[in-house]
């Protein structure tokens, strides 16, 4: 099995646990993670051990996302606290409860882990598919408690068994491929996660799950001197109060994001949005299908398989927009068909319309998460952002939407289905999540568009420095010969000649010609044999290619050319030429005074250029390699390695 089709079963299992993580079939396990209700007295005692667990495995969780496969094995097991207790083989309700409170925290980030760990190594149409799940896990986890709660909890225990069980084993094979850690699971940036560019997502992802803890704390009598209101009307008005709270959450945690970083910011606050848009039609789907068995459910997941389909593609992001917009439309369909009151459709267990509700709004879920993911994996911020900032920022905004689910008197309903009188809300936030999804895909392809330029404009620059220093070598080998004859005031004919081969050489070259065009090959042992140089080389001919063998023979003049001038008088050179297969191996040495330590640095720095260019520069781009060892008094030996290929 492939590493990918390993991701791509893990993803499928932590999507499972995360569907059974999320319901509330099994006592202790399925609480709504990384949340915290506004009323304080839930949080007393070991209350609130079950308030500070999904902090800390949070925290825990970003900094080991490497390890994303142990991650959700960890929050399966969570789970299976609450199982072994269910089936009688061990009382852990305390232990259980608390525990489970870490299940769907571990499960989410391992996912969004597996999905940036996909999307960084070149296949971001699989990891858009896995990071998708983590909002198809919610909404199919909430049509199959729907669609079982006809049946009673004993039967839905079974299927969170099964489903925990499938999920566990799917996680095997990626646990044994990275026991030892998956490195791009954290995304591309740099060095360990205590480096700031990591750290500040860590820190500032868990603080956002631990704002709501002290927001919980506070009494409506504080609530009302902060917002200027009088604390009977907050008495009266108890879904105010709990709006006012998600307000101040949605507040800090969106400074948190863009602390995080604009793309945190970008991608929490539209995956939040889309989440909570789709909360109320998914409500209403499930309460029209209710007596229909396990329609519901099955809706969803199709719903899930048309998202996934989607983002699979290049086109991820006008897909999502598209199924985004499709949904909204949906909305608006039902709340005109049944003139503003969608109850209706509930209240009279309407099939088809309940279905098309949870397909669309699954689908769309879905695809937005998934065309979201590509864009946040360049910082590395996936599991952080799709993770902890969403859920937060979610659990908020449902808390701050409840202020609109009044009726004519400005008085909440008493129906459970309040959200689904006002349905026509989640139309026009579908709409905002479409537009954020195209902003981020907008976005995302100008960015790297002018990376690509930035890119281009590097190789350019790299290609215009490669040919200064081809035209230079030719310069310094011949022209500067010339010119340093006539400053010791040489005259005649050899000089004129000299002169007259170096200006054809160099109008030959500015018109783009010259030898490494040649196919043609020569013998190194003729282009070699020097008159006052000594030569060992093989008895067969050593053949290269023109093009190199000039560049080549070229190297090694320019070597001998620093013996005659800096080795002293009476030194004696040796050339050594070796045929090794792959390549030939030239080596030049002198008995002469050596090279003082930083003499070629100096020469460079004030341009002199014999070794850089015309020597290491010939043989780098012939893809060989050049070695100059030398010492003070005890001569130097210069080496040219070339390959044929």
């Known amino acids: 099995m492939s590493d990918r089709w390993r991701a791509v079963l893990a993803g499928a299992g932590a999507a499972l646990i995360i569907a059974v993580a999320t319901s509330r079939g099994l006592e202790g396990f399925g609480l709504m993670p990384i949340t915290v209700s506004p009323s304080r007295g839930g949080y007393r005692g070991l209350g609130w051990l079950v308030a500070v667990t999904p902090v800390v495995a949070g925290f825990a969780a970003l900094v080991l996302v490497r ?145 709501p803890l002290p927001l919980s704390r506070l009494s409506t009598e504080q609530i009302a001197d902060l917002f200027g209101v009088g604390t009977s009307a907050l008495q009266r008005h108890g879904f105010a109060e709990v709006a006012m709270v998600g307000a101040i959450t949605l507040a800090l945690v969106a400074v948190l994001a863009a602390v995080a970083g604009l793309w945190s910011l970008a991608g929490a606050s539209t995956a939040a949005t889309l989440l909570v848009a789709i909360s109320g039609p998914v409500l209403l789907g499930i309460a029209a299908t209710r007596p229909d068995g396990p329609a519901g459910w099955l809706a969803a997941l199709a719903g899930v398989a048309i998202g996934a389909a989607v983002v699979a593609t290049r086109w991820r992001v006008v897909g999502a927009v598209v199924l985004t917009v499709g949904a909204a439309t949906t909305v608006f369909i039902a709340w005109s068909a049944t003139t503003g009151d969608p109850e209706k459709l509930a209240e009279q267990h309407h099939l088809v319309p309940g279905l098309v509700l949870l397909v669309t709004m699954s689908a769309a879920g879905t695809a937005g998460i998934g065309a979201i993911a590509p864009a946040l994996t360049r910082t590395g911020a996936v599991p952080a952002v799709l993770g902890p900032f969403t859920m937060v920022l979610f659990t908020a905004g449902m808390q701050t939407v409840q202020v609109t689910y009044v009726n004519a008197d400005g008085l909440p309903e008493s129906s459970y289905l309040n959200p689904v009188g006002h349905i026509d809300s989640s139309g026009f936030l579908l709409l905002v999540a479409g537009a954020g999804v195209a902003g981020i895909g907008v976005a995302q392809y100008l960015t790297e568009r002018w990376e690509e330029r930035k890119r281009a404009e590097q190789i350019r620059r790299e290609a215009a420095a490669a040919e200064r220093e081809r035209l230079a070598r030719p310069i310094h080998d011949g022209v500067l010969q010339v010119l340093a004859m006539v400053q010791r005031g040489e005259s005649g004919s050899e000089l004129a000649a000299l002169a007259g ?30 008159p006052g140089v000594e030569l060992s080389a093989p008895a067969t001919p050593v053949l290269l290619p023109a093009g190199p063998a000039g560049e080549l023979i070229a190297a090694v003049h320019a070597a001998l050319d620093n013996v005659r001038r800096h080795a002293g008088d009476g030194a004696r050179v040796w050339i050594l030429l070796e045929d090794e297969g792959d390549g030939v191996r030239v080596t030049v040495r002198d008995d002469g005074t050596g090279i003082a330590p930083g003499r070629l640095e100096e020469a460079a720095r004030t341009g002199r250029l014999g070794v850089v260019q015309s020597m290491r520069g010939r043989i780098t781009d012939l893809g060989g390699t050049t070695g100059i060892h030398s010492s003070p008094g005890q001569g130097t030996e210069v080496e040219f390695w070339v390959p044929r290929r």
């Open 501 to 530: 081969e170096q200006e054809a050489a160099l109008r030959n070259l500015l018109r783009g010609g010259g030898s490494p065009g040649r196919t043609d090959e020569e013998d190194l042992n003729l282009a070699l044999a020097l």
């Open 67 to 211: 390890w994303w496969p142990y991650l959700v094995t960890a929050g399966g097991l969570t789970g299976s606290l609450a199982v072994l207790r269910w089936l009688g083989v061990a009382d852990l309700g305390t232990v259980a409860h608390i525990v489970g409170a870490a299940g769907y925290p571990l499960a989410v980030v391992g996912l969004l882990g597996c999905a940036q760990s996909l999307i960084h190594g070149r296949r971001p149409g699989t990891g858009s598919v896995v990071a998708g799940l983590s909002a198809g896990a919610l909404v199919f986890a909430s049509a199959l408690l729907g669609s079982f709660w006809i049946f009673g909890t004993e039967r839905l225990r079974y299927w969170h068994i099964g489903l925990l069980v499938a999920g566990l084993a799917a996680v095997v094979p990626a646990l044994l491929r990275w026991w030892r850690g998956d490195a791009a699971a954290a995304g591309p940036l740099p060095g360990p996660w205590w480096r700031w560019s990591r750290l500040r997502l860590v820190l500032a992802a868990g603080a956002a799950t631990a704002v």
